[in-house]
Structure formats: C-alpha cells, structure tokens
C-alpha cells in the first residue's frame, strides 16, 4: 500500500460525518491514533501548522503533508 493509499484509507476512517474534510474533533481522534506511538499529545497547534488554507478544517491533501512528516 502506498502513501496516498494509506492516507485516504484514514482520512475515510476520521471523517465521521463524511464531509469530505478533517475537522478539528475528528483530528484530535486521527492525531491521538497517529501519534499516540511517537509519544506526542495532541495540540492545536499541530492541527493549526497542517491546516495550510487556515480554512480550520484539515483536507486530504493537508494530511498527506501530516502523515508523511508525522507519521512515516
């Protein structure tokens, strides 16, 4: 499975509601889960950095940025 293969697969599992973007509740979920093993919390501040519109939702191009710099 390749990254952006990787990536949809989870941005369709914390995308709740199924709006087509990553809000800030459905981000703490996806940031616990993908962090939780790095030994970081979540903080606004990740969801602020990676949300690069301000649009205060995180898409999936802007979790792809997350996962290749948090996560891989």
């Given at each position: ?30 940031a616990e889960c993908l962090l939780h093993d ?35």
């Open positions: 499975m390749n990254t952006e293969q990787m990536v949809t697969e989870l941005f369709d599992i914390f995308d709740k509601n199924k709006d087509g973007v990553i809000s800030r509740g459905e981000f703490v979920e996806l790095k030994g970081l919390n979540f903080s606004s501040s990740i969801f602020t950095h990676f949300d690069e519109n301000h649009d205060n939702v995180i898409s999936r191009d802007e979790l792809i940025t997350m996962v290749i710099e948090l996560a891989l």
